[in-house]
């Protein structure tokens, strides 16, 4: 294997993040750029391509210096049948083999897996889950995912949808998601969740600093979180509810699976000061069981570099089980 490299893919609703790693897993090269999700599969798997191709060419090596690709992607992956089922945040990838036709169009060993999946992979082995064999990671952003570390393994469930933390239902009959369901806790703690209640809130006519600009175009999480940062009340009402469904929703999961560690990243967490943070912790530990109250609730700390580091974790592993050469 000496002289080969990986590449891997984070690809999201707003951006795709690429990186060229030696078997040492160095990052040796990296581009972001936007995703363009409103054009549809075929033009984002064409930069996904383009992305790789310039990726490569600033680490200076030639394709067939590559051992295989690795894709993390935002959505309800099928791992045993390697199908995006569909994704809430990129529209028409519907049944898209993703695997196959990055194969077929780069001839080269891709292996694709949930993007949650992929950070929790990062951030155990290489992060702030070190140390700790049973950890669920959560990405609270656009939308919410986690993945499940479980006895150090990654907990895919019977199809590979496990962890879908995102979609459980904390409201049954709340807001409409991204999933076409009602309630669940993307649609009430989730970035895009945070803007839509207060472009309603604002519209509406209530009391808050975003009125006028919440009348000029759609809000941003990023926006409604300066404004309480400015002391907007409607603005911290908002996050604070947010973060308060967040907290249930994470108290459910560790009554159910008993984790050692909690690991919380993501746009929306990285915008949380000390004392949201704090509040999130105490609503937590209020409320999880008694025997579950060593449980550690920590920041993430890799950042945009959880997901690829955790599909480089993944090709490793693939090349250790014989998968490719």
């Excluded at 549809?40 to 490569?56: F, N, R």
């Excluded at 897996?113 to 950890?135: K, P, R």
């Amino acid at each position: 294997m000496e002289g080969k490299y990986f590449a891997a893919l984070d690809v999201g609703g707003t951006k795709i993040y690429t990186v060229i790693a030696n078997t040492k897993l160095q990052i040796l090269a990296r581009q972001q750029i936007p995703t363009a999700a409103a054009a549809g599969p075929d033009a984002v798997i064409e930069q996904m391509l383009l992305s790789l191709q310039q990726t490569m060419t600033e680490a200076k090596i030639k394709k067939e210096n590559l051992q295989a690709v690795g894709v993390c992607i935002a959505g309800f992956y099928d791992y045993k049948s390697n199908v995006l089922i569909n994704s809430p945040n990129l529209k028409g990838w519907d049944n898209i083999r993703l695997a196959d036709i990055l194969t077929f169009k780069t001839g080269l060993p891709v292996v694709v897996e949930n993007d949650a999946n992929a950070a929790a992979l990062g951030e155990v082995f290489y992060g702030a889950g070190l140390g700790h064999s049973n950890v669920i990671y959560i990405t609270v952003s656009t939308g919410i995912g986690s993945g499940l570390i479980l006895d150090n393994r990654l907990y895919r469930g019977e199809v590979g949808i496990a962890g879908e933390f995102g979609h459980m239902v904390i409201e049954p009959e709340g807001p409409l998601c991204g999933c076409g369901k009602r309630g669940c806790l993307e649609a009430l703690a989730s970035g895009t969740a945070i803007a839509k209640q207060a472009q309603a809130d604002a519209s509406a006519g209530n009391s808050t600093s975003l009125k006028t600009l919440a009348a000029q175009k759609n809000l941003t999480a990023k926006e409604v979180f300066t404004a309480a940062a400015q002391n907007d009340q409607l603005a911290q009402n908002i996050i604070k509810k947010a973060f308060f469904y967040l907290g249930i929703g994470i108290v459910n999961i560790i009554n159910l699976l008993n984790p050692s560690a909690i690991v919380l990243g993501g746009g929306i967490i990285n915008n949380t000061d000390k004392t949201l943070f704090q509040s999130l912790q105490k609503t937590i530990k209020k409320r999880v069981s008694t025997a579950a109250q060593t449980v550690k609730i920590k920041r993430a700390i890799l950042g945009t570099e959880a997901g690829v580091k955790g599909m480089l974790h993944l090709l490793q592993e693939e090349i250790s089980n014989a998968r490719f050469k």
